[in-house]
């Protein structure tokens, strides 16, 4: 049965249109996801089949919802579908639930003023949810006593509370690591087996494997490919689909394991606290020139607090780090997780690195030889951080770095805000950095994917520190 | 919602013009009036007590026969002067001190907040009058009481924008890149703080003058026969019967400085 029929659906912001004509169904029992980088276009697609653009945007086309017609152009048209048709799982649920008020009065305030049945029959219902939902016992709980999966399977029971059909679900997994990303698929796909449609709108293929169901691929606001989502996956017809498929860090080729190289940086019995917490205590690595170190571990574990202590912006708590003797302090650099905040953003990015070039001794005209060895536009560096991308700007952050001529980088989390096909561009740069600079790198990232393509060896952290060393690949299969 | 931003945006330039043109004028009137119709502020002549305006003194003469014209250019040099030189000081001592206390951290930190703390319980005027009894010279006095006064906003403000920025990736960036505190100065801490120091400034002028006139109209600032817009308001209080363009025409320029440079300011938060 089809739940959600849409008919050429376009977005324009004034004269310009950003999403060009798009036509969809949903069926009931067949999940339907939209996969598409930062700036396709389709949370767009999902803000005009509710109704909720932004009102500088305007939409076009017709949306039918189970027995109504409906007009893209007119969104109040839809508010009265909203709870009782069409759900919407907001993006990072913890954050949309009110931190003062109970798990359970969360719920059944929405079951009672959606579709209005008196106070006793909505707290019976939404004991019913709680129960289906494993989480009995959590309803007098406040939000922040709720962990993580729970405050998310509390929004999905509040979202759900007016019996829509449709769930609409955009980047439901935005922020969390493999482990947590798995378990909402799962219980988004239990929430399905009930009856009714999913809408799931990410950039991740992983969820948009789990998901299944049928496959829309969206560029620049246009339809790339569409199709079931396992054949696509196995076989993508179109290029980029090709590409965006061969970013994901599952399908990345291995790196080819360097070995040797001189040591740069010597770790011993190292320890760190932060607020008189033990992060981690004993750990001993060496990194060794053009090496990779792969750090992973859940959040909140320290990876980060671990860079800080390498390059000596942290004082340990116990060990020594010992840097090569005969290397400049400036050897050890870091990549930040988000680029525009490690730039000075009132200052043009030409004029930035010209600073760095200049206190290094070295000629502007190095600036302009690095610039295509990063794939970057000589235009850019007219710009202030905020205007470039963030993959342009990562980029511009390692050229940066190569100013200095490092000789140990602590990337920590340096793609996690990047779309894949940037992602891959950027670790595949820093590998290149790595061997022709013979810098030792320490990669943090939550992807064990990610870390077990590109390391040689792999730190994880976390409540018993695996010493490094390991195969990535041992740790890969521990992680999952 | 760029719409939302970029109106007030807009109406907001058109305020801060409007402030800045008043300033310039009333500015010009004071440094450029007595070029045009020269006279003396002090030269008196009690035949012409109240008289109305004529060609020798446009805005005609107070009880004692003065040329208010030329007072009043007198004294809107005077108080600005003051006032700009105070804020300059109280601007530069703020920024070093704000700066400092950002960076050291610790006791210097704690010391200095614990001095602006303690000057922020005393009300402002008491200050400047303490001052204006310790230090003799009645101008010199309101410098340095005002700047006493006046420094601990530029502080506070300094202090809290610097401490944001010193704690930003960006600037932990610059340093292990090699730069030390000077470009992180001029870098990151100073483009944050500027436009902020300058809203700040004005609102210090504007708040410095009106001390000034206040003190001078209970007869604790400048002392007669010192041209100041207090005390002319005052001396022509009790005339503002016979006279009232007289008694007006010091409310009028007061008036229309502070309301400029208030306007000039923009909002409080930039």
């Known amino acids: ?480 | 919602m760029t719409d939302a931003v970029m109106i007030p945006r807009a109406t907001d330039h058109a305020v801060r013009w409007t402030g800045t043109l008043l300033v310039a004028a009333v500015l010009a009137f004071a440094l450029l009036g007595p070029l045009a119709v020269p006279g003396d502020p002090f030269a008196q002549s009690l035949l012409k007590a109240l008289a109305g305006p004529e060609a020798g003194a446009p805005l005609g003469y107070d009880h004692l026969g003065r040329s208010i014209f030329h007072r009043l250019a007198h004294a809107l040099r005077l108080s600005p002067a003051i006032a700009l030189a105070a804020v300059l000081t109280a601007g530069l001592a703020g920024l070093i001190l704000g700066t400092l206390a950002a960076a050291r951290g610790g006791w210097t930190d704690r010391v200095l907040v614990t001095l602006a703390d303690a000057l922020l319980a005393l009300p402002g005027l008491l200050l400047v009058l303490i001052v204006l009894g310790i230090v003799p010279g009645t101008a010199l006095g309101f410098w340095a009481g005002l700047s006493l006064v006046l420094w601990v906003e530029f502080f506070r403000l300094t202090r809290a924008a610097t401490r944001d920025t010193l704690a930003s990736p960006a600037v932990q960036a610059s340093r292990l890149l090699g730069f030390g505190p000077a470009y992180v100065f001029r870098t990151h801490i100073w483009p944050e703080i500027a436009l902020m120091m300058l809203t700040t400034a004005a609102f210090g002028t504007a708040t410095a003058i009106m001390a000034i006139a206040a003190l001078g109209f209970v007869h604790v600032g400048m002392r007669a026969p010192t041209p100041e817009l207090g005390l002319m308001m005052v001396e022509l209080l009790p005339y503002w019967r016979e006279a009232p363009l007289a008694l007006l025409s010091p409310v009028i320029a007061t008036f229309a400085l502070l309301l400029g440079l208030t306007l000039s300011a923009g909002s409080r938060t930039p």
Request: charged fraction near 25%; hydrophobic fraction near 45%.
């Open chain 1, 1 to 480: 049965m089809t739940l959600l029929k849409a008919e050429d659906i376009t977005v324009a912001d004034g004269a310009t249109r950003i999403l060009h004509p798009v036509s969809l169904y949903l069926d009931s029992g067949e999940p339907l996801v939209i996969l598409g980088e930062t700036g396709s276009g389709k949370s767009l697609l999902a803000q005009a089949l509710m109704g909720t653009l932004p009102g500088e945007l305007s939409a076009r086309g017709r949306v039918a919802i189970g027995d109504r017609l409906l007009d893209a152009a007119r969104p109040e048209g839809f508010r009265m579908l909203w709870g009782r048709d069409i759900a919407v799982l907001p993006q990072e649920p913890w954050l949309s639930l009110d931190p003062l008020m109970r798990a359970d009065r969360q719920v059944s305030e929405a079951h009672r003023l959606v579709r209005g049945p008196g106070a006793a029959e909505a707290r019976d219902r939404t004991a019913d949810d709680f129960r289906r939902l494993d989480l009995t016992g959590a309803g007098q709980r406040y939000p922040h006593e709720l962990s993580g999966g729970m405050a998310q399977r509390v929004a999905i029971a509040a979202a759900r509370a007016g019996g829509a059909r449709i769930v609409i679900a955009d980047e439901p997994t935005k922020g969390l690591d493999a482990a947590r990303r798995d378990g909402v698929a799962d219980l988004l796909l239990a929430e399905l087996s009930r009856g009714g449609g999913l809408l799931v709108i990410t950039h991740d293929l992983a969820l948009a494997r789990r998901i299944g169901g049928r496959l829309i691929v969206l560029r620049d606001g246009q339809v790339v490919e569409t199709g079931p989502t396992a054949t696509v996956m196995a076989a993508p017809v179109q290029p980029y689909t090709r590409d965006l498929i061969a970013a994901d860090p599952d399908n990345w080729p291995a790196r080819k394991p360097v070995t040797g190289g001189a040591t740069v940086l010597t770790a011993t019995g190292l320890a760190a606290e932060r607020g008189g917490a033990r992060l981690f205590t004993g750990l001993s690595f060496d990194l060794g020139e053009g090496r990779i170190m792969g750090v992973t571990g859940p959040s909140g574990c320290g990876k980060s607090t671990l860079g800080d202590v390498m390059l000596g912006l942290v004082p340990a708590a116990a060990g020594r780090v010992e840097p090569a003797p005969a290397l400049p302090r400036t050897a050890f650099q870091k990549l930040y997780q988000d680029p525009v905040a490690a730039f000075p953003r009132h200052r043009a990015l030409g004029r930035t690195l010209a600073d760095v070039a200049r206190r290094h001794g070295q000629g502007q005209d190095r600036i302009g030889a690095l610039l295509p060895r990063l794939g970057l536009a000589p235009v850019l560096l007219s710009r202030r951080p905020a205007a470039v991308s963030g993959g342009e700007l990562q980029r511009l952050a390692l050229l940066r770095l190569l100013l200095v001529r490092p000789k140990f980088i602590f990337a920590d989390e340096p793609t996690s805000r990047l779309d894949p096909i940037t992602q891959k561009q950027v670790i595949a740069l820093l590998c290149d950095t790595s061997e022709t600079e013979g810098c030792a790198v320490m990669l943090v990232s939550h992807d064990p994917a990610l870390v077990s393509r590109t390391a040689d060896h792999v730190l994880s952290l976390g409540p018993a520190p695996v010493d490094a060393d390991v195969t990535p690949r041992d740790i890969a299969a521990a992680l999952q």
